[in-house]
């Protein structure tokens, strides 16, 4: 089903959708879309939408299952709280992706702002994962308590950091893969780098073979630099600040 979004608030939008989705419509193209916020909030099931322009925050936020493929970028909050599904961005996107993210996934194509992944968690084979083409502000992965984060720094430029300050900064689960070097001192207490075991890299490639494909990067130019990860090195960095 194609709807022109151009000039259409919000509300109506989502209302629309909503009610296109209990009727049984399962593909929609928007186009037109311009800041439009919360499209796709709360969706469930196997619903798949296209949408061209830039949307509002919180796209896919408590999202069920569904997945959404933007051609343009995206603003601040997408995959807030999602719980399945996967979001893909043809651009870059802002700040907060992924807050509190309990599984799906989220690829974005070029780079994204600060406090990406934080409070990310994860339960049994429900594991939360966002992909990064290009580089990520400050506070990645901060609070991070499961899931997988990743930062390509494709086309990243000469003396430019992969990430921010504060990279891991109270994380307490999960892991970070990180292609390329980082300077220590941008590192969180709360982390340490070691080398890909294999047991890593059987979960890093299948996501670096799908970004690979969403928006048609050699596989090869990927892998040409060498990944690390980061692991927290305690389950509870901030228990000594606490009395009982």
């Known amino acids: 089903m194609e709807i022109n979004a151009k000039g259409m608030y919000y509300r109506d939008l989502n209302n629309l959708l909503r009610e296109k989705v209990a009727e049984g419509v399962t ?12 499209l796709g909030t709360g969706l469930k099931g196997k619903v798949k939408i296209e949408v061209y322009g830039t949307p ?3 796209l ?33 996107a802002g700040d907060v992706l992924g807050y509190g993210m309990r599984g ?4 974005i194509r070029d780079s994204v702002g600060y406090r990406v992944g934080i409070h990310m968690k994860e339960y049994k084979k429900q594991v ?26 494709l086309n990243k430029k000469e003396g430019e950091p992969l990430t921010g300050d504060y990279l891991g900064t109270g994380m307490h689960g999960g892991v970070i893969y990180l292609r390329g070097e980082v300077e220590k001192d941008i590192l969180g207490k709360e982390v340490a780098e070691f080398e890909l075991t ?4 059987k979960r890093l490639n299948p996501l670096l073979e799908n970004y690979a494909n969403f928006f048609n990067v050699p596989l090869d130019e990927i892998k040409k630099v060498p990944f690390k990860k980061l692991v927290p090195v305690s389950h509870r960095p901030y228990g000594k600040l606490y009395t009982y």
């Open 104 to 107: 799906g996934e989220l690829y």
């Open 56 to 58: 509002g925050n919180d």
């Open 128 to 153: 939360p994962v966002i992909v990064v083409g290009g580089t990520a502000g400050a506070f990645f992965g901060e609070y991070m308590a499961g899931g997988i984060l990743v930062v390509l720094g």
């Open 60 to 92: 896919g936020a408590f999202m069920d299952g569904p997945e959404i493929i933007v051609y343009g970028n995206g603003q601040d909050g997408i995959a807030n709280t999602m719980n399945d599904g996967r979001v893909v961005v043809h651009g870059h």
């Open 27 to 38: 593909e929609f193209t928007l186009q037109g879309i311009n800041g439009q916020r919360y």
């Open 198 to 201: 294999e047991e890593d890299y």
